[in-house]
């Protein structure tokens, strides 16, 4: 069983989901759309928007979609201390 995630990665994990739908709702899109435009199952988005696990070829082809840099989606507001 994989050990467990600390803190930091949850809660950064959590504010990329919100950067997601924040921008998202920005751009007046629903769910469909975006999981369209970046051409992945709408599980997939829904996840990330939730802040589990994701893989960094989605947070990309999400990016992409938004039309953002992927770092503006990572943000700096996060501390491994």
């Known amino acids: 069983m994989p050990p ?5 990665v949850i809660d950064a994990r959590r504010a990329i989901g919100d950067r997601i739908r924040i921008r998202r709702i920005e751009l007046d899109w629903t769910q469909q759309r975006l999981w369209e435009a970046a051409d992945m199952p709408r599980n997939t988005l829904q996840r990330m928007e939730a802040g589990q ?5 989605h947070l990309l082809r999400v990016a ?3 039309r953002v840099h992927p770092r503006d989606l990572l943000g700096n507001d996060w501390d491994s201390s």
Not at 4 to 8: A, G, K, L, V, Y
Not at 53 to 57: A, D, L, N, V, W
């Open 4 to 8: 467990e995630h600390p803190q930091w």
């Open 64 to 66: 992409a979609a938004l």
């Open 53 to 57: 696990e994701m893989k960094i070829s």
